[in-house]
């Protein structure tokens, strides 16, 4: 029998996760490649940074595998001699947030050992980018064709779409359209003015990262509602146990989460552990809601839900914090109505929420405004090609990859392509929470899962046991 040959695109968290739950979980040969063009799986856009002050967003307690002794991303911190050399890491209660970096190194090492504990599996990492997949054969940017059984999307998040109103500035040299490209925040002088667009996540890297090179100009930051991150929990809290609610109507649930938090503050509680067990159920609350349901949540609600869901390190919360109270941040719910190219600088117009223009002259604009799900299946080379021939489509929600309920992605036609399948956040629109690294852990151990029983369904009906 043939050794079947999976192929994952895309070497971050997912799919070195996937990659990892094959080689665990497989009982007989397999071959499993990973493509990716970083020189080492596990770091993707996340886990890829250089950047000191990009931390790991919850406790390095939080961070493992699915199936992994709880902590244990954390004792291998422990032991590494970044966790003395970074005493910004430690904070007071015990916990220790690392940079974001020191967990794409563990993940690379754990792929390393898998490879090692499970010899009747190969695995292996291809550095190249794919370009097409055509008749079972993936075609690579190096040229190498790879034919596969099994195709496995582990499509990391685009970078941020640049707005309309900023794309005759693309090429001004005030304007930072990704922040994450390396460098770039390195020619911001510290007296420089700087405007970001977006209040979430990205923003407050940024702000962290301008901190470390000194930055002390005028910052402004605005969005749509201005609401930044929240700061995550320090110390230990006890677990909350949700009340019972069947509702599939967005608008109960955001009324029963209220009476949640207000309960748990009788209780002197923090809202974020009734958040957190929200969190738990979110797949299950997500598909429970209609369509219908869900795009009103993502109209109304998404912006309020990401900045309590996804929160920041306590030491970039610190620095936002420092900031505002020195009032060299202004935080802003405003939009951009304006732009005005002034040489090297530009001119912002924004009109504010509550009434009112301002005017701020600045020498850099940074565009902070997330991925740019809604253009993924155009994004990359592969995507393109899989889309041109109906095998792969948008989801109804802009959020990334059409998918059925075992990741197997859904053609032009509505069918599900059994060889084919999406791992991570692009398959979130079917399953809901789908960002968080626990979340995305269990995926990626469903998907392998998923993969190995129908490999083992095609080999049978292929080699059918002979008759006596």
């Given at each position: 029998?043939?050794?079947?040959?999976v192929?994952?695109?895309?070497?971050?968290?997912?799919g070195?996760?996937?990659?990892?739950?094959?080689?665990?979980?497989?009982?007989?040969?397999?071959?499993i490649?990973?493509?990716?063009?970083?020189?080492?799986?596990?770091?993707?856009?996340?886990?890829?940074?250089?950047?000191?002050?990009?931390?790991?967003?919850?406790?390095?307690?939080?961070?493992?595998?699915?199936?992994e002794?709880?902590?244990?991303?954390?004792?291998?911190?422990?032991?590494?001699?970044?966790?003395?050399?970074?005493s910004?890491?430690?904070?007071?209660?015990?916990?220790?947030?690392?940079?974001?970096?020191?967990?794409?190194?563990?993940?690379?090492?754990?792929?390393a050992?898998?490879?090692?504990?499970?010899?009747?599996?190969?695995?292996?990492?291809?550095q190249?980018?794919?370009?097409?997949?055509?008749?079972?054969?993936?075609?690579?940017?190096?040229?190498?064709?790879?034919?596969?059984d099994?195709?496995a999307?582990?499509?990391?998040?685009?970078?941020?779409?640049?707005?309309?109103?900023?794309?005759?500035?693309?090429?001004?040299?005030?304007?930072?359209?990704?922040?994450?490209?390396?460098?770039?925040?390195?020619?911001?002088?510290?007296?420089?003015?700087?405007?970001?667009?977006?209040?979430?996540?990205?923003?407050?890297?940024v702000?962290?990262?301008l901190?470390?090179?000194?930055?002390?100009?005028p910052?402004?930051?605005?969005?749509?509602?201005?609401?930044?991150?929240?700061?995550?929990?320090?110390?230990?809290?006890?677990?909350?146990?949700?009340?019972?609610?069947?509702?599939?109507?967005?608008?109960?649930w955001?009324?029963?989460i209220?009476a949640?938090?207000?309960?748990?503050?009788?209780?002197?509680?923090?809202?974020?552990?009734?958040?957190?067990?929200?969190?738990?159920?979110?797949q299950?609350?997500?598909?429970?809601?209609?369509?219908?349901?869900?795009?009103?949540?993502?109209?109304?609600?998404?912006?309020?839900?990401?900045?309590?869901?996804?929160?920041?390190?306590?030491?970039?919360?610190?620095?936002?914090?420092?900031?505002?109270?020195?009032?060299?941040?202004n935080?802003?719910?405003?939009?951009?109505?304006n732009?005005?190219?002034h040489?090297k600088?530009?001119?912002?117009?924004?009109?504010?929420?509550?009434?009112?223009?301002?005017?701020?002259?600045?020498?850099?604009?940074?565009?902070t405004?997330?991925?740019?799900?809604?253009?993924?299946?155009?994004?990359?080379?592969?995507?393109?090609?899989l889309?041109?021939?109906?095998l792969?489509?948008?989801?109804?929600?802009?959020?990334?990859?059409?998918?059925?309920?075992?990741?197997?992605?859904?053609?032009?036609?509505?069918?599900?392509?059994?060889?084919?399948?999406?791992?991570?956040?692009?398959?979130?629109?079917?399953?809901?929470?789908?960002?968080?690294?626990p979340?995305?852990?269990?995926?990626?151990?469903?998907?392998?899962?998923?993969i190995l029983q129908?490999l083992?369904?095609?080999?049978?009906?292929?080699c059918?046991?002979?008759?006596?």
């Amino acid at each position: 029998m043939a050794t079947a040959h999976v192929i994952i695109v895309g070497g971050g968290f997912s799919g070195t996760a996937l990659a990892i739950h094959l080689a665990r979980t497989s009982a007989v040969s397999l071959l499993i490649t990973v493509v990716e063009p970083r020189d080492q799986l596990g770091g993707g856009v996340a886990y890829s940074t250089t950047e000191p002050a990009h931390r790991i967003n919850v406790p390095a307690t939080r961070m493992q595998l699915s199936g992994e002794e709880q902590g244990a991303f954390d004792r291998w911190y422990r032991q590494q001699p970044e966790c003395s050399l970074d005493s910004v890491a430690h904070c007071a209660d015990g916990s220790v947030y690392p940079q974001r970096g020191m967990f794409g190194r563990y993940l690379a090492q754990q792929f390393a050992h898998a490879q090692q504990l499970h010899p009747h599996v190969k695995m292996r990492h291809v550095q190249a980018s794919a370009v097409a997949w055509e008749g079972e054969q993936l075609l690579l940017s190096n040229g190498e064709t790879l034919p596969g059984d099994v195709l496995a999307l582990a499509i990391s998040h685009p970078p941020p779409a640049l707005p309309r109103g900023l794309q005759p500035f693309a090429q001004h040299p005030a304007l930072i359209a990704n922040p994450w490209q390396r460098g770039v925040l390195d020619t911001i002088h510290p007296d420089a003015s700087v405007a970001i667009i977006g209040t979430g996540l990205s923003m407050a890297d940024v702000v962290a990262s301008l901190d470390t090179r000194q930055h002390r100009g005028p910052l402004i930051a605005f969005s749509r509602r201005g609401q930044l991150s929240r700061a995550n929990l320090s110390g230990e809290w006890p677990e909350w146990t949700l009340a019972p609610q069947n509702a599939s109507n967005a608008r109960l649930w955001l009324h029963h989460i209220r009476a949640e938090v207000a309960r748990a503050a009788e209780q002197q509680l923090p809202w974020q552990r009734v958040l957190d067990q929200v969190r738990v159920q979110g797949q299950d609350i997500w598909q429970s809601l209609p369509l219908q349901e869900q795009q009103r949540f993502v109209r109304h609600l998404r912006s309020w839900w990401d900045v309590h869901r996804y929160r920041i390190a306590p030491q970039v919360a610190a620095v936002i914090s420092a900031r505002q109270q020195q009032g060299s941040l202004n935080v802003m719910a405003a939009r951009l109505s304006n732009i005005v190219d002034h040489g090297k600088q530009l001119a912002i117009t924004l009109h504010l929420r509550g009434g009112g223009i301002e005017t701020h002259p600045i020498d850099h604009l940074i565009v902070t405004t997330g991925p740019g799900h809604e253009a993924l299946t155009d994004s990359q080379p592969l995507l393109q090609s899989l889309s041109q021939q109906g095998l792969i489509r948008p989801d109804s929600l802009g959020f990334g990859i059409d998918v059925d309920w075992h990741s197997q992605t859904l053609d032009s036609n509505d069918q599900p392509n059994a060889r084919l399948l999406v791992v991570g956040p692009a398959a979130r629109a079917r399953f809901g929470e789908l960002m968080g690294l626990p979340q995305v852990a269990d995926h990626a151990a469903a998907v392998a899962q998923t993969i190995l029983q129908e490999l083992q369904i095609a080999h049978a009906e292929r080699c059918p046991p002979s008759a006596h």
